[in-house]
């Protein structure tokens, strides 16, 4: 250890005698060195009469550790003018690195114990938690160095990288609206089929009150398979916002045998935040072999290594529980809320099949989709119609390990579990598509006894929960796609540092010796960065495409930084808000709002006018595709004339933006176009006629500036 001056000393210094000398032991508080200094102090005479003297203090310098002294950085009569110095290199018997509890593993010395002569306690040595379930085993940075570097060179072993994965909305989805169980029990239901696989679990000490709360988990489709493709070529770990209690049981669904994440579960109990996630908790040394995969973007700060995929919302109207208080994501997509009443039925029956003693995994089912009517649960996390956007909202209300707003963000979840069970936000959508479908099949105000029976029974006929989802298929090609490029960097970069295989054949045995040491000295060195592998992947999917969203964000939303705008350019798209010359495609929401009459007037069918589907496609695929299947179907009275007028065509610094209103709500049809032009003439007594009036009339017609000038080049 590198022993430094403290603050508190009274600079400069004057070293005056060396106490030690080199192999040495030194003991806690045993002197090291002689110095002195000087300093002004008030003297007074036999008179009463007080001066300011400067006078020389010898003092001598105690050593804060025990060990070996290995060196001296300074030397007899050095003059110190400042802490920080580094004065002595003593080899200490431990050197508390690993410490559990506020005591040092190795010696079970008390790291929290505070002396005269302390200036930073020993628990500050050992910051670092590297293990996901425990907070109190913390690690010096050496040591974290030496632990992740024996993790990478066993994954570049086998050939693997690290994968963080999110549960709620990335691979499962979740709720505890008893109304699943009840369908489940009902075959003749016609969401039975779709939640028949569902799976259940009660937490007897979690939830609203701590009196036991069942959760209801729905697989995203493929998961089984995906994680067995996965785990052959990442190593996975799950970090969720959720509680550990919760964590383990969802993997004891997922990972049953505990082959692919093993006790690598980091929770919301050790991460410390309720807010944002941090990969230092996981890699505090560094994070070039690792790729996230999660539904929500901001909470990692859309950090480079993540890969954002599409919300698993199959539980129509519920979203992630676990983060319900959270900012709520910008719809792509307004809807009506559905309208919720309270039930009375705060403690529901567990699961068909499943005692209510019994707080283990049980088999139950569900099978659901993803649907544009998903509205979140989070929306009594933020007030609607900001413009603070969701990253701010995450920055001030992330308090780190403050346990007072931990607690007020974990009461806040619980008040939207109970609320969930109370209303039953499930059977409440399932109500109001009955009451649809009915109004559609029989748009008359009065119904025959026969439909008011029907009605009545209660029974619904119209299933609720459908489950489409492909999102896991297309994320496996993407993350197997990171992991090829990331291989072939990696192994062209070892090439290049051993000098060929040419060389290793033409120096023989010797030459691969060399080779061995190199790999295990340098390998980690020449390890590639995911951070700048995958942007680069993923910018060259829309590179080029410069988009215009058109209906498609709520009014007030700052479109840079909304959530599909930052997706879209994390593949390489450039987001602008009004329509002009370099635009390619406006993302719309309907067919008739103002920028898309301005692309259809203006861009002479050039600008491809496509539904959102074609942007979250293009980027779940991780590919460009074709625009056909997703064009807006115009109405014919909306279609420009052929040919355009080529006047029509902005300028690059004329765009056209559309007023707010118009452009969030269908607009009236537009005026009729007048008929064909007529011209009227009249005949000339004589060729005099034609001549200018004056000369200043002898001028050309056609007006304009220099800018417009500048467009006509």
Known sequence: MLLRLPRTLHYPITVTELLKQPNDNVERFAPLFNYSYKTTVTEGDNLGNEYQVEKTFPTRFESTVEGILKQWRIEKGAVITQSGLEVAEIEEPCAHGVQFGGMCVSCGKDMTEFTYNTEQIDAARATINMVHDNVSLTVSQDEATKVEEEAKRRLLASKKLSLVVDLDQTIIHATVDPTVAEWQKDTENPNHEAVKDVRAFQL?????????CWYYIKLRPGLKEFLENVSKIYELHIYTMGTRAYAQHIAEIIDPDRKIFGDRILSRDESGSLVAKNLQRLFPVDTKMVVIIDDRGDVWKWNENLVKVTPYDFFVGIGDINSSFLPKKPDIKTSPKAT???LPNPNPEPPEGVSAKEAEPKTNGV????????SSTQDSATSAGTNVSALEQLVSMGGGDDPTLLQVQTNRQDEALAAQLQERPLLQKQKKLEAEEDAASDPSPTKDSSSESSSDSGKPRHNLLIDHDTELQ??????????SDFFDIYARN???AQGGRLAELRNGPKSARKKASLHDNMSLALVPDIKTIMPSIKRSVLEGVVLVFSGVVPLGTDIQNCDIALWAKGFGARVEENVGRRTTHVIAARNRTAKVRQALKR????IKIVSTQWLTSSIVQ???????????KIDEADKPPTPADDSELLSDTESVASASALDTDDEPPPHPRPGPLTLQTAALDSAAELEPASPADDHSPVGGS????REMV
């Open 706 to 709: 220099n800018e417009d000038c």
């Open 340 to 342: 919720t009443a309270a």
């Open 474 to 483: 297309h994320l496996e090609q993407s993350l197997r796609k990171v992991h």
């Open 494 to 496: 070892l090439a290049d």
């Open 204 to 212: 007897v000490d979690d939830g609203p009150g701590a009196r036991g």
């Open 603 to 606: 861009g002479k069918g050039r």
């Open 367 to 374: 099978i659901a989709d993803h649907s544009e009517d998903a």
């Open 622 to 632: 991780w590919l460009k595709l074709p625009e056909s299947p997703y064009l807006l």
